[in-house]
C-alpha cells in the first residue's frame, strides 16, 4: 500500500510514476470518495459535540423541574443519524481501503518505463558453453542418467509435476544443502514456515485481493486458507503488527519450502521438463531494514544470488527490470538470468526486490527510531535460489559427451564425494 499523502498532495505525479508501468489509473473517483470521507468525518464530529453537550444538560434540567422529554426524543433522533452517518463512513473507508490495496507499488524513479522488453543488462558471469559434440537437453539427460521420473509425475499429479529420484533426489538436496550454508555463514536466521497461510499473509504480501485466483485455495481447510506461493510470503508476516526498535534491525532471515504455482504456464517446448511446474523447491532470503539501510540491503542480495551461481561456476547475466516488468508489489527488481544452452535462452533462478515500505504498510509493520519516532519498516527478498532452473542448466552446462555430467565442487561433499553422474 502506498502512503495516500502522496495522492493527496500530487495525485498527477503519483500517476506519472504509474504509468512508466504502463498503468494508467484515474484518481479523481479516489479523490472524491476521500472529500466525502473528510466531509463525513466533520459531520459526525458535529453531531456527536452537539449530543454530549446536550447529554450533559439534561441532568441539570431535571433538577430543575423542567420536562425533558422532547429533548431526549430530538438526542435520540440525532443518536440515529449518527448511526447512519458512522455506518456511511464506515462504507467509504472500506471503499478507499479497497481502492489503496489494489494499487502496485510506485517504481523507484531510476527504472526505465516500459515492459520486459526495456529490461537492462547489468552484467554476464563466464562464457556460454561450448560443446564439440552433440548436446543433450536437461529431459534427455535426466531421463537417461535415470535423475528425475517425469512420466509417474503426471500419473501421481498430472501435467506440470516430476519426481526425483536416486541420484536426482541427491543432487536436488544438495544444492538446497549448498545455498542453506552459504547463507547460514552470512548471519543469516534460518525458518522452516508453514505451507498453508491464512488470508491476511497473501494481503500483507500484496498479492490479495487482486491476485487472490493465482493461488491454490485450500477449499476444506479452516478459514481461508492457500498454499503458499513462496517462502517470502510467510518471511514478509512474520512481524505483523509489530513494533521493533531501530537497534534490532536490520532483521536477515531465510526460509526453505516448496512453493506451489497454480498456473505452471505453457506447455512450449522452452518449459518443458521441470523450467516451469505446479511445485518446485526454492530458499528464500528476506531482510527487515530501516529506509536508510534499504539501499545497501538491496545490494547485499544481489550480491548473495549472484555469488550461489558463480560459485557453482554457472554462465547467467544480472538483470535490472524495467517497471513494467516488476512484480506490483516491488518498487525494483533485478533478475539472475541462468543460460539454458539447449533453449538458447536466459531463464530466472532469482529475483532480488525491495518493496520499500509497501508491505509494511499494509501489514502495518514498524519500527521505532532512537529518538521515539514511529516509522514503517522497508521489506526486500530475492530467491536464494530456486532449484527448478538451476537443475537443468546445471545437467546442460556440466555435461560431457559420454553422457555424463561433472557435478560442481561446492556440491561434491553432499554427493557423498560423486564427481561425475554417469
Request: proline share 4%; net charge neutral.
Amino acid at each position: 500500500m502506498i502512503d495516500v499523502n502522496l495522492i493527496r498532495k500530487d495525485a498527477e505525479a503519483v500517476r506519472q510514476r504509474y504509468l512508466t508501468r504502463g498503468k494508467d489509473i484515474d484518481f479523481a473517483p479516489f479523490l472524491q470518495l476521500d472529500e466525502q470521507r473528510k466531509q463525513l468525518i466533520a459531520t459526525v464530529e458535529a453531531m456527536k459535540a452537539q449530543r454530549n453537550k446536550v447529554s450533559a444538560e439534561v441532568p441539570k434540567l431535571k433538577k430543575q423541574g423542567l420536562d425533558v422529554s422532547q429533548t431526549i426524543s430530538e438526542m435520540k433522533a440525532l443518536g440515529e443519524k449518527i448511526s447512519q452517518q458512522d455506518a456511511l463512513l464506515a462504507q467509504v473507508n472500506a471503499q478507499i481501503r479497497d481502492f489503496l490495496l489494489r494499487l502496485p507499488n510506485l517504481p523507484d524513479e531510476d527504472l526505465v518505463a516500459g515492459g520486459k522488453e526495456n529490461n537492462q543488462v547489468v552484467k554476464y558471469f563466464g562464457e556460454k558453453p561450448q560443446f564439440d559434440f552433440q548436446p543433450k537437453d536437461h529431459t534427455e539427460l535426466c531421463k537417461s542418467l535415470g535423475l528425475i521420473d517425469y512420466e509417474r509425475g503426471v500419473k501421481l499429479a498430472g501435467n506440470g509435476s516430476w519426481i526425483y529420484t536416486g541420484v536426482g533426489a541427491q543432487l536436488e538436496w544438495a544444492l538446497l544443502n549448498y545455498f542453506i550454508e552459504c547463507h547460514l555463514k552470512d548471519g543469516y536466521t534460518f525458518m522452516l514456515p508453514p505451507y498453508m497461510l491464512g488470508y491476511d499473509c497473501g494481503l500483507t504480501a500484496g498479492q490479495f485481493p487482486k491476485f487472490e485466483d493465482d493461488v491454490y485455495q485450500i477449499a476444506n481447510g479452516e478459514g481461508n486458507k492457500f498454499m503458499l506461493p513462496t517462502a517470502e510470503t510467510a518471511l514478509v508476516n512474520y512481524y505483523r503488527d509489530e513494533i521493533l526498535s531501530e537497534n534490532q534491525l536490520p532483521k536477515k532471515i531465510f526460509a526453505y519450502s516448496a512453493c506451489f504455482r497454480k498456473e505452471a504456464g505453457s506447455y512450449r517446448s522452452e518449459e518443458r521438463g521441470m523450467i516451469r511446474g505446479h511445485q518446485f523447491n526454492k530458499v528464500e532470503l528476506f531482510q527487515y531494514t530501516t529506509k536508510d539501510g534499504s539501499d545497501q540491503a538491496f545490494e547485499e542480495l544481489v550480491n548473495k544470488a549472484c555469488a550461489l551461481v558463480e560459485g557453482l561456476g554457472l554462465h547467467y547475466r544480472l538483470s535490472k527490470l524495467a517497471a513494467g516488468d516488476c512484480s506490483d508489489s516491488m518498487a525494483r527488481t533485478y533478475d539472475i538470468e541462468i543460460y539454458i544452452p539447449s533453449m538458447g535462452i536466459y531463464k530466472e533462478v532469482s529475483s532480488a526486490s525491495n518493496a520499500r515500505d509497501y508491505q509494511a504498510r499494509r501489514g502495518n509493520m514498524r519500527y521505532r527510531t532512537k529518538d521515539g519516532k514511529i516509522e514503517f519498516v522497508h521489506t526486500l527478498n530475492a530467491s536464494g535460489l530456486a532449484t527448478s532452473r538451476v537443475f537443468p542448466a546445471l545437467l546442460e552446462q556440466f555435461q560431457n559427451a559420454d553422457g555424463s555430467v561433472n557435478i560442481p565442487e561446492p556440491l561434491q561433499k553432499y554427493m557423498g564425494g560423486l564427481k561425475v553422474i554417469k
